[in-house]
């Protein structure tokens, strides 16, 4: 085969897994929106990761040993930050924050991972990076003080709780830097299985421990179904999309990789407005200065 049809069909095959990422990684939103009318926001962090860990259980608990105390560090760290606490502060985020919103504000991740390689990785920062990263930041800006309802009066409407997507954007950029400049001599699947396991304990003590969880699934109406969804997207949106994201960040350059929350925005978007979200011109504005700013500061990305 000609190097060129290669390279053409690498290519190819990068763009097909990352619009499948943006696909579940997407619908992720509604799931947690869902999954909130019956269960609190811990409860619903901690149940995702349970599933997503219990998922990967077989294929990551007898290779533990195998693994240097360097490697299990930087594992955990990455259960951490790729999982654990990013899906406390969106379910967090969401009880305030609406689903298409919250998928918007999350397309920081690629702008974030530029930084923090930039601030401790000794990756390069460019001009239109920064420029790119104001840009974005201004839209988070707008989308915060428009709040839910799309009024600018900041004094009523303020909606500090879109900060804990930005923060959230922040544990995937420290996340996707690991995995690039530290641990890259792992396979993905073995990095998600063991970075899940290593944060299971912690999951499951505080759900049955400390949450009602147990209580809601018997008693509560509607309880089962939204279990359903966390379990969905603990198995799917959390375990199988991260063996496919860094497999994703294997390949490519952990900005292209990331860069799949150019499109999860816009499923978010869809699945909110199909289950009567509104979105108002201050949104909009928002969305669009995100959107932009984003492709900006990466639009020069090279697979």
Known sequence: MPVAIEIQNQKAKHWAMLLLLALIWGSSFILIKKSLEVYSPGEVGAFRILSAALVLLPLGISKVKHLTQSQLGYLFCIGLLGSFIPAFLFATAQTQLSSSLAGVINALTPLMVGV?????FKTKISKQNAIGLII?????????????????????????????????????????????????????????????????????????GFTQFSFKLIHADGAWQAAGYIAFLGAVGTAAALVLFNSIVKLVTPVFASSVTYIIPLVAIFWGVLDGESLFPLHYLGIFAVVVGVWIGNRKTKL
């Not at 923090?116 to 401790?120: E, P, Q, T, V």
């Not at 989308?143 to 997507?165: E, H, T």
């Open 136 to 208: 974005a930041l201004f839209g988070v800006c707008i989308l915060v003080l428009a709040g839910n309802s799309g009024s600018p009066d900041i004094f009523r409407q303020f909606n500090l709780y879109g900060l804990l997507v930005v923060l959230a954007a922040v544990c995937y950029g420290f996340n996707v830097n690991i995995i690039k400049y530290k641990i890259k001599e792992l396979k993905p699947t073995l990095i998600t299985a063991i970075s899940l396991i290593m944060v299971l304990p912690i999951a499951a003590i505080y759900l049955f």
């Open 116 to 120: 923090i390689g930039a601030l401790l």
